[in-house]
Every structure is written in C-alpha cells, then in structure tokens.
C-alpha cells in the first residue's frame, strides 16, 4: 500500500522517478536526499557546502554537484552572495489578459520593474501586421526588467504604434502597469490575445539583465493583443526565468 502511495501521490513523479529495472544514477538517490534536507531546512535556509554534503553521503563532490545544478534548474534553490539557499515556491502567473502587476500582486509579492530603455523606430514590414501598423511608421519599443519583491525574474518587451499611446514617454511611470496606463489614462480595453509559449535559452545579454545563468531554461511568452473592437494593439515578448516561474490557466470545452 505504501509503494502504490508513494507511485501516485499527486504531482510528484510515478514512483519518484525510479524505473522500473530499479537502478538510479547516483546523483539521482543523491538529489532526493538532499531535497528531503531542504525540506527540513525552509525557505532561506543556507546548504551545507559540497565538500560537507559529500561527507554527509558518502559520495565525490561532482556527484553532489550534479544534483545541486539540477535542483538550482528546477527552482529549489538560489544563490545567495557566495552561498546556497532553499528558494522559496514559484510565482505562479496566469495564462491570461491580466498583467504581471496584477499576477504578482494576488500572491502576496511586491511587483516592480525596472525601466531598460523606450524607444522610437520605424515599423519594420514583419512586426507591421501584430501591432496594426503600416510598415515605416512610428512604434514604440519598451523594454524592462520584470522584479518580484526586488528579485529580477524576468525580461519584457513590448511593441505598440506611437499613434496609439503619443505620450508614452512623457506620461508613463515605467516602473507602473502598462496595462493600467492604457485603461486608465487613454481608455483603450483589451479584448482578446493570441499568446505562445516555449521553452528558450536566454541570450548573453538577456541572461546578464535578469541575472541568470545562460544555461538556465527560461520560459518565453510571445502575445499578440487585440482591443475590445478587435483591432490589433501590441505585441510583448515576456522572458521569464524556469526556476522561479510556473503558469496556470482554465480549460473549457470548446
């Protein structure tokens, strides 16, 4: 009974991950021990280095080391100045027409953003029909860093004609709701959105202004939104980091 327990306990894997010929890798039975210890230890608590998880195991350091990358990968832990800490839980964001700010907020954690540039270019022929534009004309491009409690977690860029926000860069708080502003400030109502997610490695630039690893997966969002009239409005390409990320929407029968 306890072995059909362990097999299908809801969201973990069938049989914790171990096939059934029975044999593990190492780091493998490794990696469980030590999460059983992050558990025991909580958020924020510091790990044990290598060399005592070693000892404490009985294995080479580069088996301890293979099973801390993984579970860096997977979000349980963070870096912390030259040390190691238990992470606390993803955020978890809606696959949906509300914003990062409003996502955020509804778990308890303080959005922010930091402004990386805004910018005016002629639309280019290929951008041109995601955002309503005729090729050559004024678009804005806002880039930022996504914060959560001051942790950077992400990366968004967004695409919208100057013809659509004029003020934008006088008017606009950066570090606000770009959602909110064009409610509230220009009265423009969102309608529906075509979004696509995948899974990418960042750029070296990228990785740099989200202070990630450029090995570490990252979870790419392009959206395409339309207005309540059906017209298209802005294009915005989200970065969001793998280990501190996981999305969520409703099914419904079609």
Known sequence: MEEQTQRHRPGSPVRSGIPEHGRIPKYYAVKARIAELLDELGEGGPLPTERDLAERYEVSRETVRQALRE???????????????????????????ASYTEGVRRQGRRPGRHLIGLEQFPCPPELAPGIGAQAGEPVWHLERVLLADDER????????????????????????????????????????????????????????????????PM????????????????????????????????????
């Open 153 to 216: 977690v992400g990366l968004e860029s967004t695409y919208i004609r100057v013809a659509r926000a004029p003020r934008l860069d006088s008017d606009f708080q950066p570090d606000s709701s770009f959602y909110g502003y064009l409610r509230d400030s220009l009265g423009i109502a969102f309608g529906e959105a075509d979004e696509k997610l995948e899974t990418v490695l960042a750029t070296p630039r990228e990785a740099l202004l989200v202070g990630t690893p450029p090995a570490l």
């Open 219 to 254: 979870l790419l969002i392009h959206r395409f939104s339309r207005d309540r009239e059906g017209s298209p409005l802005e294009r915005v390409r989200s970065l969001y980091r793998g280990d501190r990320f996981s999305f969520t929407t409703r099914l419904r029968p079609e």
């Open 71 to 97: 579970l860096l990968l997977e979000g349980r832990l963070r870096r912390s100045g030259r040390g190691t800490v238990v992470a606390g839980p993803k955020l978890e964001q809606p696959l949906s027409l």
